[in-house]
């Protein structure tokens, strides 16, 4: 699989040619749901919590007696129909976690990478690198290649501060290191823009 390769202004600069694991695979759209389920669940903290009767404070004794008042006979103020009384079926702290196999969301990812190509979708820029935090340095360069205001996903070799910083600021605007790319970040943005390094990157860690 060839590529053409631009400069941070926007002109071609050369080609690179990497093997086509990673971008020849079909279309798999139930293997890309179940995925993207799994990695939204697995997203999920479980925490949230609620009282139910028997755990709200409060509410030994009965507030008036069985009968004779011409109210409503009540055993307890904890009951759930009283303010501030126990919770009936709310929430409670559970584990919301799928797994998926991994060479299922291999396939998945590869699957979507590919549809991201034949859309036109992936744009390789020579060198993506900063040494100061500029944002608008970032958007000038977005500008310059015809994605900005656009949803992006940048995926550069590595880790670097200045440039981490300086894209999560840009509404609509992701970066990772290549090595983390996934189905979810891939399909809720409309354009990839790989560094020729993290092209090489996702290449080695995610190619059959």
Do not use: C
Not at 9 to 25: N, R
Not at 56 to 63: A, D, E, S, T, Y
Not at 112 to 124: L, M, P, Y
Not at 133 to 161: A, F, H, P
């Amino acid at each position: 699989m060839k590529f053409g390769v631009v400069n941070i202004e926007g002109e071609k600069v050369s080609e690179i040619e990497v093997e086509d694991g990673l971008f020849t695979e079909p279309l798999h759209e139930e293997l890309i749901y179940q995925v993207v389920v799994s990695q939204l669940a697995n997203m999920r903290a479980g925490t949230a919590s609620t009282k139910t009767r028997a755990e709200v404070r409060g509410g030994g004794r009965k507030p008036w007696r069985q009968k004779g008042t011409g109210r409503a006979r009540h055993g307890s103020i904890r009951s759930p129909i009283w303010v501030g009384g126990g919770i009936t079926f709310g929430p409670r702290p559970r584990n919301y976690k799928k797994r998926i196999p991994k060479k299922m969301k291999r396939k998945a990812l590869r699957s979507i990478v590919s549809s991201r190509v034949s859309d036109g979708a992936i744009t390789v820029v020579d060198e993506f690198v900063m040494d100061e935090y500029k944002t608008r340095k970032v958007v000038e360069i977005l500008s310059k290649l015809n994605l900005y205001g656009k949803k992006v996903l940048i995926l550069v070799d590595g880790y670097s501060d200045y440039i981490f910083k300086s894209v999560n600021n840009i509404p609509g605007v992701k970066i990772l290191p290549a090595e983390r790319l996934n189905v979810y970040d891939v399909i809720t943005s409309e354009h990839l823009l790989f560094s020729r390094d993290g092209l090489k990157r996702a290449v080695e860690v995610f190619g059959e």
